[in-house]
């Protein structure tokens, strides 16, 4: 059996043409790299032989306000597989990060953002919030991109006003939903009023019901309360739990953002 390879190792056994089909530029694609062609020796074999019989698996980290036509990836996060230290990966300048994921119900991501600042002239500020990346197998299987928003400071001010508070005892949580957008409903009623984001600007959800755009921001979420659930009618996974206890393994924290990723139909 092949060794496993974190993301920092399998990038750096590539060749300049391999590390090319690796890593697409830009967003919006299924995230799963293509292979070279049959007959051409390219260098080192793609990533699911590099994996084992791990999954490899692509991401992306970017801007809170990306955009098909503005696209802005955060460069040099890292990403690091909870409970597995030597499952690491640091973002490329257009935001996706590479890694060999075990197969396994649940896996989760921890973020840590960049020292640097935002390499978008548009989108200025130093990302300082931490995240989770809640990532269930479904998701995995389905190659559908995981995708973060990091939120500068100079945006959070902006954004988190007009009677949208942040709180550092609170969490933040994150829904991207690959293709359909689908509702997104909460177990608690606790958080603030539903954002949502069209792939143009950020807007607040009437009714608590979001209807259009692929990612919903759930605002100041509670995190004494014990587990929550987050639905996704329609899509894959429906359902997520976030958990609040211990703190060691807390999927939902405070000062936080906790992503999810759900494959819509």
Same mark, same amino acid.
């Given at each position: 059996?092949?060794?496993?390879?974190?993301?920092?190792?399998?990038?750096?056994?590539?060749?300049?043409?391999?590390?090319?089909?690796?890593?697409?530029?830009?967003?919006?694609?299924?995230?799963?790299?293509?292979?070279?062609?049959?007959?051409?020796?390219? /260098?080192?074999?793609?990533?699911?032989?590099?994996?084992?019989?791990?999954?490899?698996?692509?991401?992306?980290?970017?801007?809170?306000?990306?955009?098909?036509?503005?696209?802005?990836?955060?460069?040099?996060?890292?990403?690091?597989?909870?409970?597995?230290?030597?499952?690491?990966?640091?973002?490329?300048?257009?935001?996706?990060?590479?890694?060999?994921?075990?197969?396994?119900?649940?896996?989760?991501?921890?973020?840590?953002?960049?020292?640097?600042?935002?390499?978008?002239?548009?989108?200025?500020?130093?990302?300082?919030?931490?995240?989770?990346?809640?990532?269930?197998?479904?998701?995995?299987?389905?190659?559908?991109?995981?995708?973060?928003?990091?939120?500068?400071?100079?945006?959070?001010?902006?954004?988190?006003? /007009?009677?949208?508070?942040?709180?550092?005892?609170?969490?933040?949580?994150?829904?991207?939903?690959?293709?359909?957008?689908?509702?997104?409903?909460?177990?608690?009623?606790?958080?603030?009023?539903?954002?949502?984001?069209?792939?143009?600007?950020?807007?607040?959800?009437?009714?608590?019901?979001?209807?259009?755009?692929?990612?919903?921001?759930?605002?100041?979420?509670?995190?004494?309360?014990?587990?929550?659930?987050?639905?996704?009618?329609?899509?894959?996974?429906?359902?997520?739990?976030?958990?609040?206890?211990?703190?060691?393994?807390?999927?939902?924290?405070?000062?936080?953002?906790?992503?999810?990723?759900?494959? /819509?139909?």
């Amino acid at each position: 059996m092949l060794p496993r390879w974190n993301g920092s190792a399998l990038l750096a056994a590539c060749t300049l043409a391999a590390c090319a089909a690796l890593v697409a530029c830009g967003s919006g694609d299924d995230g799963i790299a293509p292979k070279k062609d049959a007959g051409i020796d390219t /260098g080192p074999p793609p990533p699911d032989t590099l994996c084992g019989n791990d999954t490899a698996y692509t991401g992306e980290i970017v801007d809170w306000d990306s955009t098909a036509a503005n696209f802005c990836g955060v460069f040099k996060a890292t990403v690091t597989v909870r409970g597995d230290t030597t499952r690491t990966s640091m973002t490329n300048p257009n935001g996706r990060f590479q890694l060999c994921l075990a197969h396994q119900a649940e896996t989760v991501l921890e973020v840590t953002p960049p020292a640097d600042a935002s390499q978008c002239a548009s989108m200025p500020g130093t990302y300082m919030k931490s995240g989770i990346i809640i990532l269930e197998q479904s998701v995995v299987d389905a190659g559908a991109l995981a995708s973060a928003r990091l939120i500068t400071e100079t945006r959070r001010a902006t954004m988190f006003s /007009g009677g949208l508070t942040y709180s550092a005892g609170q969490a933040q949580i994150v829904v991207h939903i690959v293709g359909t957008s689908h509702p997104v409903t909460y177990s608690s009623g606790n958080v603030s009023t539903f954002q949502q984001f069209n792939g143009t600007a950020w807007s607040a959800v009437a009714g608590q019901t979001p209807t259009t755009g692929n990612d919903v921001l759930l605002p100041g979420a509670d995190v004494s309360g014990g587990a929550v659930t987050v639905t996704v009618t329609g899509a894959t996974p429906a359902t997520v739990m976030l958990t609040t206890t211990p703190a060691a393994t807390a999927t939902l924290a405070p000062d936080k953002f906790t992503y999810i990723t759900v494959a /819509g139909s």
